[in-house]
Structure formats: structure tokens, C-alpha cells
């Protein structure tokens, strides 16, 4: 089971986007820094963000937090990541 499969049979597939569906995320307000997400995750609960972090960790798969999007320095755009 690949880490896609992994969260989704955690979070459900609703909450794990993926393809055109992280467009919004793909890049800041300020239009100059850009991401290439693996998937931007939507968990519910507290249970389901530890969770995700826990097979993030396990894969090796690193994890940007993402809040308003409204940083000065692109610090939450990846590629390859997961934004939470």
C-alpha cells in the first residue's frame, strides 16, 4: 500500500487531495513562490493529523503546515510533500 492509499484509508478520500484538486495550493498570494504537492491532507481531528504525521514519518515523506497561505517567504510550498 503506497502513503497515498495509506492516508486516505485514514482520513478518508475526500481528505486527501491530490491532481488538480491541490490547484489552490500550487501557489502563494503573492504569485511568486510555487509547490508541486504529493497531496494536501484535510484531517478532522487531532487523532487524524497524528496519524498522518505518523506515516509521513514512516515514508520518509516530509510535511509542511499551511494555514492562511499568507507567509512573506514561501515557506510552505514543497514538492513532493505533504501540506497539512
Known sequence: M????RLRAVLGADHVLTGAATAKWQEDWTGKYTAAP???LRPATTAEVAAALRIAHETGTPVVPVSGNT???GGTMTTGGLML
Open 38 to 40: 504529493l497531496a494536501v
Open 71 to 73: 507567509g512573506l517567504v
Open 2 to 5: 503506497d502513503i497515498l492509499d
